[in-house]
C-alpha cells in the first residue's frame, strides 16, 4: 500500500518489524539513497552491516536468481537483532522475485528495502508494493525538507530546538541546496556548535552554509545599494584583480535591483514580501536588503534598472571606450541615487 510522505518520517524513523517490506522510488536518487539509509540504520541499527545483519543485492541479480531474495530474508546470521534485505536499483524485471519474497515473509524475517528510479504508475514493480496489504510503496518527490523533516535532521545531529528565526533561514536553505549538501551543512553547523549551549543564530547559519559563485560581489553590490560611493573604486579593483569582469557586476547589479523592485513594489510591508523570494533569502543579507530597500523609492529603482541596462549594452558593442571605467562611473551614479 502506498505510504504518503506526511507519514513516511514516522515510518521511516521508527519502523513496524510486522512490515515484510517496502519499496522507496523517486528520481533523485540522493533523495532515495537518504530514505534508504535512514531506514536501515532505524530498523537494523548502526552494527548491521558489520555484524552480518544486512545484506545488499543488486537489482539485476534477481532476474537471473529468483530464489536469492527469499533465501535472504530467511538468513540467518550468527549476531542477535533486526535483519534487512536491501535491494538497489531494482526494476520490473526483479517483480516475480520481490512477489515470491514477500509471500513467503514470516514474523522474525529480514526486512526487503527496495529501492529504484522513476516509476510511471503502470510499472509492475510500483503496481506489487501498492497491492500488497502488507508492505509499503513510498514516493520521494524533488519537493525540499519541510519543518518536521529539518527539525528531525537537527535532532539527529544533536541540534535540538532551534530560535524562530534560525528555523526560517534553516528552511530557506534547505529549498536552494540539494538534499546531500543540505544535510552536510547540518552536520558542519553542529560541529560548530559542538559544546555551545547559545542558540543558533541566523550569521553562523550564514557563515556556515555552502558559498555561491556570485558572493564575491556582493560587497559591492551592497556599496551601491547603500550609497557608499568611496567604497567603489577599491572594491571594482580587487574584483578586477580577481578576473571578475566588469560586465559580471553590471549583470549582478541588475539582478540586485530587480531583488529591491520586487520588494519596494509590492503593495504588502516588505517584511512580508522578502518571505515569498524565490530563490529565498536568509541570514544577514535578507537584514541587508530590508534595510536597503527602505532607502530607494519604486521611481529611483526603475531609473537604475534603466541606467544598468543601458551600460550593459555599451560594455557588450563594440565601443573603444575602457569597460571598467564605463562600469565605475555607471556605479557612481546609481549610488547617488541611493542619497537623494
Given at each position: 500500500?502506498?505510504?504518503?510522505?506526511?507519514?513516511?518520517?514516522?515510518?521511516?524513523?521508527?519502523?513496524?518489524?510486522?512490515?515484510?517490506?517496502?519499496?522507496?522510488?523517486?528520481?533523485?536518487?540522493?533523495?532515495?539513497?537518504?530514505?534508504?539509509?535512514?531506514?536501515?540504520?532505524?530498523?537494523?541499527?548502526?552494527?548491521?552491516?558489520?555484524?552480518?545483519?544486512?545484506?545488499?543485492?543488486?537489482?539485476?541479480?534477481?532476474?537471473?536468481d529468483a530464489a536469492a531474495a527469499v533465501d535472504a530474508i530467511k538468513a540467518q546470521g550468527?549476531?542477535?537483532?533486526?535483519?534487512?534485505?536491501?535491494?538497489?536499483?531494482?526494476?520490473?524485471?526483479?517483480?516475480?522475485?520481490?512477489?515470491?519474497?514477500?509471500?513467503?515473509?514470516?514474523?522474525?524475517?529480514?526486512?526487503?528495502?527496495?529501492?529504484?528510479?522513476?516509476?510511471?504508475?503502470?510499472?509492475?514493480?510500483?503496481?506489487?508494493?501498492?497491492?500488497?496489504?502488507?508492505?509499503?510503496?513510498?514516493?520521494?518527490?524533488?519537493?525540499?525538507?519541510?519543518?518536521?523533516?529539518?527539525?528531525?535532521?537537527?535532532?539527529?545531529?544533536?541540534?535540538?530546538?532551534?530560535?524562530?528565526?534560525?528555523?526560517?533561514?534553516?528552511?530557506?536553505?534547505?529549498?536552494?541546496?540539494?538534499?546531500?549538501?543540505?544535510?552536510?551543512?547540518?552536520?558542519?553547523?553542529?560541529?560548530?556548535?559542538?559544546?555551545?549551549?547559545?542558540?543558533?543564530?541566523?550569521?553562523?547559519?550564514?557563515?556556515?552554509?555552502?558559498?555561491?559563485?556570485?558572493?564575491?560581489?556582493?560587497?559591492?553590490?551592497?556599496?551601491?545599494?547603500?550609497?557608499?560611493?568611496?567604497?567603489?573604486?577599491?572594491?571594482?579593483?580587487?574584483?578586477?584583480?580577481?578576473?571578475?569582469?566588469?560586465?559580471?557586476?553590471?549583470?549582478?547589479?541588475?539582478?540586485?535591483?530587480?531583488?529591491?523592485?520586487?520588494?519596494?513594489?509590492?503593495?504588502?510591508?516588505?517584511?512580508?514580501?522578502?518571505?515569498?523570494?524565490?530563490?529565498?533569502?536568509?541570514?544577514?543579507?535578507?537584514?541587508?536588503?530590508?534595510?536597503?530597500?527602505?532607502?530607494?523609492?519604486?521611481?529611483?529603482?526603475?531609473?537604475?534598472?534603466?541606467?544598468?541596462?543601458?551600460?550593459?549594452?555599451?560594455?557588450?558593442?563594440?565601443?573603444?571606450?575602457?569597460?571598467?571605467?564605463?562600469?565605475?562611473?555607471?556605479?557612481?551614479?546609481?549610488?547617488?541615487?541611493?542619497?537623494?
Amino acid at each position: 500500500m502506498k505510504l504518503s510522505p506526511r507519514d513516511a518520517g514516522g515510518f521511516l524513523s521508527r519502523p513496524d518489524p510486522r512490515v515484510p517490506g517496502i519499496l522507496i522510488y523517486g528520481a533523485d536518487a540522493m533523495r532515495v539513497a537518504e530514505r534508504r539509509a535512514t531506514l536501515v540504520a532505524a530498523h537494523a541499527g548502526p552494527n548491521a552491516d558489520s555484524e552480518m545483519r544486512l545484506v545488499r543485492l543488486p537489482g539485476a541479480d534477481l532476474r537471473r536468481d529468483a530464489a536469492a531474495a527469499v533465501d535472504a530474508i530467511k538468513a540467518q546470521g550468527f549476531f542477535p537483532g533486526p535483519r534487512a534485505v536491501v535491494i538497489d536499483d531494482a526494476t520490473d524485471g526483479a517483480v516475480e522475485a520481490l512477489k515470491g519474497a514477500l509471500a513467503e515473509w514470516a514474523e522474525g524475517d529480514a526486512m526487503l528495502i527496495a529501492t529504484a528510479g522513476q516509476l510511471a504508475p503502470g510499472s509492475k514493480l510500483r503496481k506489487l508494493f501498492e497491492g500488497d496489504k502488507r508492505a509499503f510503496c513510498l514516493a520521494v518527490y524533488d519537493d525540499p525538507p519541510g519543518r518536521e523533516e529539518i527539525e528531525a535532521m537537527l535532532s539527529a545531529e544533536g541540534l535540538g530546538d532551534q530560535p524562530p528565526e534560525a528555523m526560517r533561514d534553516l528552511m530557506a536553505l534547505a529549498q536552494t541546496l540539494e538534499p546531500g549538501d543540505f544535510r552536510q551543512t547540518l552536520a558542519r553547523i553542529a560541529l560548530y556548535k559542538l559544546n555551545d549551549d547559545t542558540p543558533l543564530t541566523p550569521a553562523e547559519i550564514a557563515q556556515l552554509a555552502p558559498q555561491s559563485a556570485e558572493a564575491e560581489i556582493d560587497d559591492i553590490l551592497d556599496a551601491l545599494a547603500e550609497g557608499r560611493i568611496g567604497d567603489l573604486a577599491p572594491i571594482l579593483s580587487r574584483l578586477a584583480a580577481q578576473g571578475v569582469q566588469p560586465v559580471a557586476v553590471c549583470i549582478g547589479a541588475a539582478r540586485h535591483f530587480r531583488l529591491l523592485h520586487t520588494l519596494v513594489s509590492d503593495p504588502r510591508d516588505p517584511r512580508q514580501a522578502i518571505g515569498a523570494l524565490r530563490p529565498p533569502v536568509f541570514g544577514p543579507r535578507r537584514d541587508r536588503l530590508l534595510r536597503q530597500a527602505q532607502n530607494w523609492t519604486v521611481e529611483r529603482v526603475e531609473e537604475a534598472l534603466r541606467d544598468l541596462t543601458a551600460t550593459d549594452l555599451a560594455l557588450r558593442s563594440s565601443t573603444r571606450a575602457p569597460t571598467r571605467a564605463l562600469a565605475e562611473r555607471a556605479l557612481i551614479r546609481l549610488a547617488r541615487l541611493a542619497r537623494r
